[in-house]
């Protein structure tokens, strides 16, 4: 019991990071993490995924909201859009034959890949600074004056500071206001999401961020924390409708959850770090992963 704990601390850990770094709830990762981990049926790892979702949504939003790092009114529109119809998605679930909508999410999925991969290579590269050659070296000077080697290297990790700050500064320079139009676009994207969500046990991050990026052009800087702020309102009702059904293994769920918190908020810190182009890459890649995941899951190779 002890290693199975630990293996769902490391688990939570990784999907929490992913989470906060990309705007997804990890569902992907958790439903197959469930099956193989605990045994549990296709039903039980679906409803169990999306209770874990809220706590690691919640942890990332937050450190979002605090870095600055989200559009929190367009995360609450499409959220407020997913809740409505996310119970539907729970609905659908226990009704239809789940191959159909398993086989169309992969596509969905496939599709947001190649759009994003695009997107990526479309996306400046991140430039470096040539140092001049009229500059003394900075390990000769170091040497000489350790004072100021000391010096110097407070003076680039306030740069480092200011180099992220200003980023992020440009993103919200380049994202659109947000006003009753982009809501209402914001929340139809959260409909479909919260279909998703319900249905599949996912945050419905995978289809939010691309959706946002492609139509209201916010940048990935962006679209992460205002994913996770949707994904933490559009998980609740099917979680409620879950929970009444008794299909939620509760230990399971907490025992990742106590991994994806921390991991989430850490997550949320890096992205002022890493470059859009990398961001941008590092989610289309991470769609790959997840559209082979859905459909290994469907063949059932996950027992």
């Not at 992907?28 to 099956?35: C, D, Q, R, S, T």
């Not at 070296?137 to 740069?159: I, N, T």
Request: aromatic share 6%.
């Amino acid at each position: 019991m002890i290693p199975l704990f630990l293996v769902s601390l490391v688990v939570g850990l990784v999907v929490g990071v992913l989470a906060g770094l990309l705007g997804i709830g990890g569902g992907m990762l958790l439903v197959p993490a469930f099956k193989l981990g605990y045994a549990m049926d296709s039903l039980m790892c679906t409803a169990t995924s999306l209770f874990t979702i809220i706590p690691t949504s919640i942890s990332g939003a937050v450190s979002h909201i605090r870095n600055k790092t989200c559009l929190p009114k367009l995360g609450v529109a499409a959220g407020l859009g997913g809740a409505c119809m996310s119970p539907l998605g729970v609905w659908l679930a226990a009704l239809s034959p789940d191959w159909a909508v398993m086989g169309a999410a992969a596509l969905i999925i496939a599709y947001s890949s190649v759009t994003m991969f695009r997107k990526a290579l479309k996306a400046p590269k991140a430039t470096k600074p040539v140092a001049s050659s009229s500059q003394p070296d900075a390990s000769a000077l170091s040497s000489c004056y350790p004072e100021r080697s000391a010096a110097g290297a407070k003076s680039k990790d306030l740069a480092a500071v200011e180099d992220r700050a200003a980023a992020i500064e440009r993103a919200h320079l380049e994202a659109p206001a947000i006003g009753w139009r982009e809501a209402a676009i914001g929340a139809a994207i959260g409909l479909f999401a919260g279909l998703a969500s319900g249905y599949v046990g996912v945050g419905g991050g995978f289809i939010m961020v691309p959706l946002m990026m492609s139509v209201l052009h916010v940048p990935m800087k962006l679209t992460s924390g205002t994913s996770l702020i949707a994904v933490m309102i559009l998980a609740v009702p099917g979680t409620i409708t879950q929970a009444v059904l008794g299909n939620i293994n509760w230990v399971a769920g907490i025992a990742v959850a106590c991994g994806s918190i921390p991991g989430a908020a850490l997550g949320a810190k890096l992205i002022p770090k890493v470059p859009e182009r990398q961001l941008r890459f590092l989610f289309a890649g991470f769609l790959v992963v997840a559209a082979v995941l859905l459909v290994v899951n469907q063949l059932g190779v996950w027992g």
